[in-house]
């Protein structure tokens, strides 16, 4: 029986684009980020539903997810989340790619790598306004920027950041952020002596902060379906993806029969057990031992027994009637009943984007029409 598949509805993500426009500032660009394979819903078929969907923006986190986009968006331009090495440089060059610059160390071994061959490098610069991860130290701008501003070998066009956390009930944190971003646009700018192009918000800032959007938003969860929260009415995303498999083996067993690695789990009455092709090495969380719950004919089936490497057993009921090769729905729909990412995160104690990016990648994506 073969493994586990993903499909991916795109009429789906053309839907959540249309909504997310809906919100956007007239000034700013849609930015959807694909990194981790577009949240396991498959890079390139993505990006080129996005760009047929009038999209012009990308962000990725690795050069190597920068060359596999290409191809697949034309002259939209593309934007590498992480850092680039100087003996990146002619790759970023030929495919028109842009970095960012995550240090004044960082910039001045790029201006090296560039006066050394002769060009200019486009590029943004990451600034830390508050994160502690990557970008240049905020509270170290007026003093950074101003001599980054002037290597001749980099062209710079961007400024961009991240927030730490948007919320409702601490405003002051996000606008803290903001605010020294703005102040250093301010700074760069003048030492440039033009504008760039800004950009600090991501899928939760674009909901609960619409100041932020200034020329740029860089959605991501959103796109895929989810993190609308109290936004959901107004902005009813749909869930592209579904996870699926196939029941392997269905057996009846009696009363008080073990199931699992260490028999964590024991039937209470006579049922029928059905073996699922699946387990934690196609990203099923561990975690969901005892916990989750399929979809099989229809009907939620609890997970019972540990998750295994490759297999999991569900509890169809008594005299349930599914038979080896019926479909299973891991995440998506069935009949009447969902199970969708947030649910399993919430049973793992985690979140929609670590179900969704757990997702085996060499698992076929199929893209219904």
Known sequence: MRQSWVEVDLRALEHNLRLLRGRLAPEAALMPVLKSEAYGHGLVPVARCAHANGVNWFAVAYLHEALALRPAVGA??????GVVE???LPQLVRHNILPIIASEEHAQALEAAAG?????????????????????????????????????????QGLCSHFAAVEPDDPDRAGRQLERFRQ??????????????AHISSSRAFLHLPGGQLDGVRVGILLYGYGAGAFAEQLPLQPALQWKTHVVQVKTVPADFPVGYYSTWRTTAPTDLATIALGYADGYLRVLSNKGHVLIRGRRCPVVGRVSMNWITVDCGPTSGVR???????????????????????????IAYEILTSIDPRLERRYPG
Request: aromatic share 4%; with cysteine.
């Open 76 to 81: 939209a331009k593309i934007l590498v989340l």
């Open 184 to 197: 250093a646009r301010v700074l760069l700018e003048r030492e440039l002596g033009r504008r760039v192009f």
């Open 86 to 88: 100087p003996a990146d």
């Open 116 to 156: 050394a061959q002769g060009v200019k490098l486009p590029v943004h610069l990451k600034l830390d306004t508050g994160m502690g991860r990557l970008g240049l130290v905020w509270s170290e701008a007026e003093q950074i920027l101003p001599r980054v501003a002037r290597l001749p070998h980099l062209d710079i």
């Open 324 to 350: 080896t090769g019926d479909e299973v729905v891991l995440l998506g729909r069935q009949g009447g009943e969902e199970v969708w990412a947030d649910e399993l995160a919430g049973l793992c104690g985690t």
